[in-house]
Structures are given as C-alpha cells and as structure tokens.
C-alpha cells in the first residue's frame, strides 16, 4: 500500500504561481511513474502532468504546457508541480496519482495507469 500526501494548494490570483508536493510513503518510488490529475466541480477527472520512472521523461497535458513543470525527487520520495502564469479554469482539485512498479509509459495520461491516488487539495485562481 503506498500513501499519498499532497501539499502546496491554496487560493492565488490569475497570474500567479503556486507549487504543489506530493510525498509517498513507497520504497520503490523510483520505479513508479508519478502524476498530476485535476477534477473541477461538475467535470471528469483530467490528466495534467507525469514523470516516468523508466527514463524521467515528463508529459503534460496540452492546456499547461509551458505553464507547469514536474520534479520528482527519488531521494525524497516526493514530486511536485510548479504551476505559474495560472489562469481562473486552473481551479480544481489537484490530485497526486503513482503506478504500479515498472509501469508502462503507453499510458501516462490515462487515469487506469495509476493505482494509487491522493485524496486531493485545493488549488483556486481568482479572476
């Protein structure tokens, strides 16, 4: 069972910048691709951002690109989003997702890849 714990969210105005941690209580952290999902209120879950654990290659999805980096720490057991320029439909609730050790990288922006979840914090962007 590995643990997820995200912090860093908050309320900031557009324009700004916030990052996100997320911390896993896992040994094998660095063979496991970590992600980004978000969910806003009344919307499906949506994929933002991965790092795979096979070769640190990082995927975003194409509405933050340029605006959201991903780092992972393999010492540390954490990753992180860096989300800057935020605009008001960044609002949601950023979850942090890991896979199944030596996970494929075919998936990396499908929901099913990731077999652990994160319950999930607040991140708001007023206008």
């Known amino acids: 069972q590995v643990q997820l714990v995200e912090s860093g969210g908050g309320l900031v105005q557009a324009g700004g910048s916030l990052r996100l941690s997320c911390v896993a209580s896992?040994?094998?952290?660095?063979?496991?691709?970590m992600a980004w999902f978000r969910q806003a209120p009344g919307k499906v879950r949506e994929f933002v951002a991965a790092s795979s654990w096979r070769d640190g290659v990082t995927n975003y999805a194409d509405y933050v690109k340029g605006r959201f980096t991903i780092s992972r720490s393999n010492t540390e057991n954490t990753v992180s989003l860096q989300m800057t320029s935020l605009k008001p439909e960044d609002t949601a609730v950023y979850l942090c997702?890991?896979?199944?050790?030596?996970?494929?990288?075919?998936?990396?922006?499908?929901?099913?890849?990731?077999?652990?979840w994160g319950q999930g914090i607040q991140v708001t962007v007023s206008s």
């Open positions: 896992s040994t094998a952290f660095s063979r496991r691709t």
């Open positions: 997702a890991a896979s199944g050790v030596g996970a494929s990288d075919s998936g990396v922006g499908a929901s099913d890849t990731y077999i652990y």
